[in-house]
């Protein structure tokens, strides 16, 4: 028997033999109340309580962020506890039982906004770019923007979003967002695999409007170089592509504004990318808290055994502990990898081949940071420029030994930020510094300098 | 349901320190076949000798000194198979085998192993030998690459490296190619040294030895003894072809100034590559 066959039957008997426990599974999300970078969110909903479809859920007070957390099914409220987070943590969690009704609260809809009204409906939205910053307050900054640039560079991103109708919906995403910001124009990034999507996007936008062609991925974590490539104005790593005049936004963000802007819906679904050994290979576009069993289940389910889950791309994503691991706002991209394919070999020591220095986009020394780092001497890392460093994940990709470069930057990058805490403590530093295996270090909450607060204009 | 949790990366690119120190190892046999061609038996019995002393020093300290064995990984080879051809057919089969013990045992383990010596082993160990021994180990002729079928077998050659450059230069561009070995050093080193050897009038049949290739594609791109910051590899390799021009200049002698201008070259790259290091793009000028 074939393989093949034999995976088409094991699947049908999965089908067969529990139909209702995937269906009683499936009427559950799991929200949790962290999805951005800072302190999480403040639930406003008690157990027992019954939510309708986008009604906020979840608010954060102690920063000013604009990172609201709404319900994307209509039903009753179960719990709130911690649940296990694709960020590799445990997290509190408003868990909601579906009703099955999908009742929404009642949307507000506006055809032709003014700037303070695209403000006014964004505050509430919960919406947040992909690095996990909310796009609320990044518009809230005093600095003056002349450009917006669409980043159509990350492929999870492209691959989930510009899909069909979500093109024209992105265009006007991309125009709320030069009003809202002031912006006189737009510029679209884009590589060759979606040459076709960006020029078709830019005729539509008008005639303002630069398609620029680069070789590089820009990801998310990448704003900051891409504003720098764009103008040529040098930002420093604390600061926010504001500094040069320009705001960087996702397909993903564009999309997600000009449905909150122009239809009142908030951020409560998100398009992704299911790729890997999964029957088919498909776009979804899944409420906030569906478990990653549930999606890849609905694109058709596992083709045999999955040996490792991925969050948001092979180069720097995330593994996953299991596959329970409910999907949040900044999800693009899932990726199953078959047990062959996860990587096992042993790592080498660094030969001195500079490989990792010839790919690096921001001029540092990776291989030689990571070397600092491995021995703990991170005071030598700062020297060499380790908060420079984008997170790519090029280095380690491109790794002759096999050598964890990235995870070693971002080890002692977190170390630090916390660097003075340790010796008091009399800590490990492994034990405080978390695994790293995540661009979103458990003990790394509240670093959000150059971020406008809602609260600074009154200060 | 099993699943595997570790650190991004998830992919790699499949590149391996295996699959460069092979491909080069694959170059350089080629010309050790050549020059067994060309010069027989005797070039045999160098090749063997030093080759199979590298790889024993390498198994005996690794079994002393319980670590994992790492023969496969080639670069012991690869140090022994390059030993012989820096020695003339005429040198004795103890030669190699001392240079092989010194070249694996002290200039590499003894400083750490892969990845952390100072100095090119290879390189080393042939100065070592030079010094040691310098008739035994001196070159009965200089090779002298008049016409461009000399490119392809050059029957004058002293060493047994130098009997077809033609290979380094094919293997070397291939090597680059499938981007094993970095450009910088070897191309600024070959235009380095052709352009001052032109300037100063010299005899370009014996500047373009296969000696010079070897040394531009593989001891001079030797990633553990050369700088890594990128302006520090391409100052590393005019610094190699200007050295070498110099020394050649003033010896005539255009096959030993290659190894003894990587080997100073060595010392200092350190220094070179201290005074390289780049600015990050994120550094805001105040």
């Known amino acids: ?459 | 349901m099993k699943l595997t949790v570790s650190y991004p990366p998830h992919i790699r690119d499949g590149t391996t320190i295996e699959t460069v120190t092979w491909n080069k190892i694959v170059m350089v046999a080629i010309v050790a076949l050549i020059s067994i061609y060309v010069f027989g038996l005797p070039a045999l019995a160098l090749i063997v000798v030093s080759v199979l002393f590298a790889a024993l020093t390498e198994l005996c300290i690794q079994k002393l000194a319980n670590q994992e064995l790492t023969l496969k990984d080639g670069d012991a080879i690869l140090i022994g198979l390059l030993i012989a051809l820096l020695l003339p057919p005429t040198a004795p089969v103890w030669a190699p085998a001392l240079g092989a013990v010194f070249a694996v045992g002290l200039v590499k383990h003894a400083f750490g192993g892969l990845g952390t010596t100072m100095f090119n082993p290879a390189i080393t160990a042939w100065v070592f030998m030079n010094i040691s021994w310098e008739r035994l180990t001196a070159s009965g002729s200089v090779p002298y690459i008049g016409e461009y079928s000399d490119l392809l077998l050059e029957l004058g050659a002293g060493r047994l490296a130098e009997v077809s450059p033609i290979i380094f230069i094919i293997g070397g561009l291939y090597l680059v190619y499938k981007k094993y070995i970095d450009w910088r050093i070897p191309f600024s080193y070959l235009i380095v040294a052709i352009a001052l050897a032109l300037l100063l009038g010299e005899e370009m049949s014996y500047v373009v030895t296969g000696m010079l290739f070897l040394g531009a594609f593989i001891f001079a791109n030797d990633t553990a003894t050369s700088p890594i910051t990128k302006r520090g590899r391409l100052v590393y390799g005019a610094l190699c072809g200007v050295l070498t021009v110099v020394y050649g200049y003033f010896t005539y002698n255009y096959v030993v100034a290659v190894l003894y201008t990587i080997f100073f070259l060595n010392a200092v790259s350190a220094f070179i590559e201290k005074h390289t290091v780049p600015k990050p793009v994120d550094e805001v000028v105040a």
């Open chain 1, 1 to 459: 028997m074939s393989d093949s066959a034999k995976n088409t039957m094991t699947d049908e008997e999965k089908n067969t033999a529990a139909p209702e426990e995937t269906e009683e599974h499936r009427k559950q999300v799991v929200i949790p109340l962290l999805q951005h970078r800072g302190a999480a969110c403040e639930p406003l909903v008690e157990v027992g309580d019954t939510v309708l479809r986008g009604q906020k859920i979840g608010e954060e007070d102690e920063y000013g962020l604009a990172v609201s957390i709404h319900s994307s099914v209509s039903g009753r409220v179960i719990a709130i506890e911690e649940r296990l987070h694709p960020h590799c943590s445990k997290q509190p969690s408003i868990i909601i039982e579906s009703d099955g009704a999908s009742e929404s609260i009642k949307f507000k809809t506006n055809k032709n906004p003014s700037k303070a009204q695209i403000l006014d409906s964004l505050e509430d939205a919960g919406i947040i770019e992909l690095n996990g910053y909310p796009v609320y307050n990044t518009l809230l900054t005093e600095k003056t923007i002349d450009t917006v640039i669409l980043n159509l560079t990350n492929p999870g991103d492209v691959s989930s979003n510009c899909t069909g109708e979500n093109i024209s919906k992105i265009i006007s995403g991309v125009k709320l967002l030069m009003t809202a910001s002031g912006a006189s124009q737009a510029a679209i990034v884009a590589n060759k695999n979606n040459k076709q999507i960006a020029s078709s996007i830019q005729s539509r936008l008008g005639a303002s409007t630069k398609l620029v062609t680069v070789k590089r991925n820009y990801m998310p974590s990448m704003s900051n170089l891409l504003a720098y490539d764009m103008t040529g104005i040098r930002i420093s790593n604390t600061g926010t592509p504001a500094d040069a005049g320009v705001i960087v936004s996702s397909a993903h963000s564009a999309l997600a504004v000009s449905r909150a802007v122009l239809e009142g819906i908030p951020l409560i679904d998100v398009n992704l990318t299911v790729s890997g050994v999964v029957s088919e290979l498909c776009v979804k576009t899944v409420a906030i808290g569906t478990s990653f069993q549930d999606v890849v289940q609905s694109c058709g389910g596992y083709v045999g055994e999955p040996g490792k889950i991925i969050m948001n791309g092979v180069l720097s994503g995330t593994a996953q502990v299991t596959d329970e691991v409910p999907v949040i706002k900044t999800v693009t991209e899932i990726t199953v990898q078959p047990p062959h394919e996860v990587l096992r070999e042993k790592t080498g020591s660094c030969v001195h081949c500079a490989r990792c220095v010839d790919v690096c986009p921001v001029n540092i020394l990776p291989g030689r940071i990571a070397a600092f780092a491995d021995v703990g001497k991170y005071d030598e890392c700062e020297k060499l420029h380790v908060q420079s460093c984008v997170e790519c994940g090029m280095c380690s990709y491109v790794c002759p030994s096999g050598r964890y470069n990235l995870q070693l930057i971002r080890f002692a990058k977190t170390a630090l930020l916390q660097g003075f805490k340790i010796p008091e403590e009399k800590q490990y530093p492994i034990i405080k510094l978390g695994c790293q295996s995540c661009n979103h270090p458990c003990h790394m909450w509240a670093p959000l300098d150059g971020i406008p607060l809602k609260g600074s204009d009154k200060e």
